[in-house]
């Protein structure tokens, strides 16, 4: 797992400890499905099956209790060689430090899972993009089996409060939370942040990025009415 996937996982619980609150709630920052998808070490849809809690390597430190998750594969998008007929995923048990609590009929409907390599183990978090198979929209669903992974050079910068701005070509600045705090608007759901090919553009400089439709072209006004930055689009 790279350091900053692992403080994602870690940071609530880091925090909740330095203050002395156990009652504190885990906090998510915004992630794009691109980018959680670029992020993961391995993404797969998959049944939770079972779930074992895993005792603590540390008697010092308390909050790191832990449960595993028996997983069925299904189909696997990245990063496993095999199929196999299962895995185990780990969680922080407790939501309060951003574990992950599968509340849904375990053997029920397949989920989308993008989790993080941490050692030999695999981990997700309350932060983790964990979700229904039947919630992912078409255009999402092509997202993850062919164009996210060709966008993993460009980064998509959410914009939380005005003015936002970016700092390169290889940005995209994801403006939905600015009309709907779940993140949940036409930029998550329909685009893709893509590299087009630069002419001209000498060895190893940043990709040129720009949000391109992953399903039916809406109009640039339905994508992101009067906050989208001033870049020409195809």
């Not at 007929?85 to 951003?98: A, H, V, Y």
Request: glycine share 8%; aromatic share 8%; charged share 20%.
């Amino acid at each position: 797992m790279s350091p900053v996937a692992l403080s994602r996982l870690l940071a609530a619980a880091i925090l909740v400890l330095a203050l002395g609150d156990p009652t504190a709630a885990c906090s998510c920052a915004p992630q794009h499905p691109q980018m959680a998808f670029c992020e993961a070490d391995v993404v797969i849809r998959g049944k939770f099956m079972g779930v074992t809690p895993l005792n603590s390597s540390s008697n010092t430190q308390k909050f790191e209790s832990w449960i595993r998750y028996k997983i069925k594969i299904t189909k696997t998008y990245k990063g496993l060689e095999s199929q196999g007929n299962g895995i185990f995923i780990d969680s922080l048990e407790q939501e309060t430090f951003c574990g992950y609590q599968h509340r849904a009929p375990l053997n029920g409907e397949e989920y989308l899972i993008m989790a993080e390599r941490q050692d030999k183990h695999l981990i997700i978090s309350l932060c983790s993009f964990v979700r229904p198979w039947g919630r992912i929209p078409p255009s999402q669903r092509h997202g993850i089996s062919q164009a996210y992974g060709r966008g993993c050079t460009c980064q998509v910068v959410p914009c939380e409060f005005r003015p936002c701005e970016l700092l390169g070509d290889a940005q995209c600045l994801w403006t939905d939370g600015l009309l709907d705090q779940s993140w949940q608007g036409p930029q998550a759901q329909r685009l893709a942040c893509l590299p087009r090919p630069s002419q001209g553009a000498p060895p190893g400089a940043d990709p040129f990025c720009i949000w391109e439709t992953l399903k039916s072209r809406p109009s640039r006004a339905a994508i992101c009415p009067g906050l989208c930055p001033l870049r020409n689009t195809p």
